[in-house]
C-alpha cells in the first residue's frame, strides 16, 4: 500500500523559532498532499490543501504567512510554522493523495507532535 | 461543514456489536471511515462512494444512504484491538470540495474482556 513518512516525529522548540515538518509519499506520486491539524481530543481539522507546483489553498481562519506550505515536488511537502507561540503546540498530520487513485483516498503520514515552549 | 457523529462514545465487552453513525448536512461524493489510537496518526477502514463502490478491510463493514446523506459503520464481534476514536471524513460532491476530507467530531469506542 501507499506509504507516506513525516519528520520529524515530535519537536520541541522555543517560542519565537520556527519549525519545518516534512511529508514525504515514499511509493507514489501525489499530486495533492493536505496538512491537518489536531488538538487533543479534538478532531483533524483541514488547514491547507498544496498541489505540486501551485500555491496552497488555505482554510478559513488558518494564517497563511504563518503555516507556510511548499510543495515543491510530486513526493515532498513541506510545513514551516513561523515564529511559533504555544498556542500552535498541536498533532500535525499530512496526508496524500493521487489522481490515479479512483476512490481519492488519503494516504495519512504518521504525525509530527509540536510543542513550543 | 463537519459531519456529525453518533454516539459520542461507546463501551463494549468483546464480542459485542457496535454501530456508529456519521450524518452531513450537504450532498456527498464519498465516505470515508478512519480509526484512531492514541498519540498515532488515523488508520485507513473504508470507504464508500456514491453510487455505491466499496472499499474497505474485510472484517469491518459499512453503509453510505446518499440521498440521506448518512453513512454507518458496522463493528461485529469486537475485539480488544478496535479501542480507539473512530472518525468519518466526507467529502462533498462539488467541484469545490474535491479531494477535501471534513472529519466528524470522532466516537470513542472502548472494548473491555
Known amino acids: 500500500g501507499a506509504v507516506v513518512s513525516q519528520h520529524p516525529s515530535r519537536v520541541i522548540c522555543k517560542s519565537g523559532t520556527s519549525v519545518k515538518i516534512e511529508c514525504r509519499s515514499l511509493d507514489f506520486q501525489a499530486t495533492t498532499m493536505f496538512w491537518y491539524r489536531q488538538f487533543p481530543k479534538q478532531s483533524l481539522m483541514l488547514m491547507a490543501t498544496?498541489?505540486?507546483?501551485?500555491?496552497?489553498?488555505?482554510e478559513q481562519g488558518v494564517e497563511k504567512d504563518k503555516f507556510l506550505i511548499n510543495h515543491a515536488s510530486l513526493t515532498l511537502s513541506t510545513l514551516t510554522v513561523t515564529s511559533a507561540h504555544p498556542e500552535d503546540s498541536s498533532f500535525y498530520i499530512c496526508?496524500?493523495?493521487?489522481?490515479?487513485?479512483?476512490?481519492?483516498?488519503?494516504?495519512f503520514g504518521p504525525g509530527t507532535r509540536l510543542t513550543v515552549l | 461543514q463537519q459531519p456529525v457523529q453518533s454516539p459520542q462514545a461507546v463501551i463494549l465487552r468483546e464480542g459485542e456489536d457496535a454501530v456508529i453513525n456519521c450524518s452531513s448536512s450537504k450532498a456527498l461524493y464519498s465516505v470515508h471511515w478512519y480509526r484512531q489510537k492514541h498519540g498515532e496518526a488515523p488508520v485507513f477502514l473504508m470507504i464508500l462512494l456514491k453510487g455505491g463502490e466499496q472499499k474497505g478491510h474485510e472484517k469491518i463493514s459499512a453503509s453510505f444512504n446518499e440521498k440521506k446523506q448518512q453513512s454507518s459503520l458496522y463493528l461485529t464481534a469486537s475485539q480488544l484491538s478496535y479501542s480507539g476514536t473512530y472518525f468519518c471524513?466526507?467529502?462533498?460532491?462539488?467541484?469545490?470540495?474535491?479531494?477535501?476530507?471534513?472529519f466528524g467530531q470522532g466516537t470513542i469506542l472502548t472494548v473491555h474482556p
Open positions: 496526508s496524500a493523495s493521487s489522481l490515479a487513485e479512483p476512490y481519492n483516498e488519503q494516504f
Open positions: 471524513g466526507t467529502v462533498g460532491d462539488s467541484s469545490t470540495s474535491y479531494g477535501k476530507l471534513t
Open positions: 498544496s498541489n505540486e507546483g501551485s500555491k496552497a489553498t488555505y
